[in-house]
């Protein structure tokens, strides 16, 4: 499917107001400068489209870097402090500790998972042995 757009921006190029027609087809950008004299009025610039758009010369196509999207401020600076955030403690032997804890807290959460796997085992174990007890009369 061919993307095409256009754009038309009109501005004060001293002595004379001048509109500027880009055609942006399939990557390639295409330019028309249009002198317009005193400042034309917006029924003006429509008029002027509708007759006279079919006869514009455009400059031959070049290629068209693609824009990169624009993002709203606050969503750049939410993103600037998440970044900062992540990058932690400043001085390397507060970076150490920091990974030493991390480290630290890792262990002991196997260990403990491990002694509660071993805890309930050791519970299941016992609920056995009393139900076989039981069964057997004693």
């Keep these: 499917m061919d993307k095409c757009s256009e754009r038309l921006t009109v ?3 001293d002595p004379f107001w001048v509109g500027i027609f ?8 295409s330019a028309c400068k249009i ?3 005193a400042e034309p009025r917006d029924w003006e610039i429509r008029d002027f489209i509708l007759r006279e758009y079919d006869h514009l010369r ?3 196509a070049v290629a068209a870097a693609a824009k990169e999207k624009t993002v709203n401020p606050k969503r750049r600076q939410r993103e600037a402090h998440r970044h900062l955030e992540t990058v932690g403690i400043g001085t390397k032997a ?3 500790l920091k990974m030493q804890q991390e480290q630290n807290k890792r262990n002991r959460k196997v ?3 491990a002694q509660k796997l071993a805890e ?3 519970l299941f174990d016992l609920k056995q042995q ?3 007890a039981k069964h057997r009369g004693r």
């Design 111 to 113: 260990n403990s998972r």
């Design 94 to 96: 507060q970076q150490a």
């Design 35 to 37: 002198t317009f004299g």
């Design 120 to 122: 309930q085992e050791r």
């Design 130 to 132: 009393k139900k076989r």
């Design 58 to 60: 455009f400059s031959p």
């Design 11 to 13: 501005f004060f190029e």
């Design 22 to 29: 880009e055609l942006e087809q399939d990557g390639h950008l």
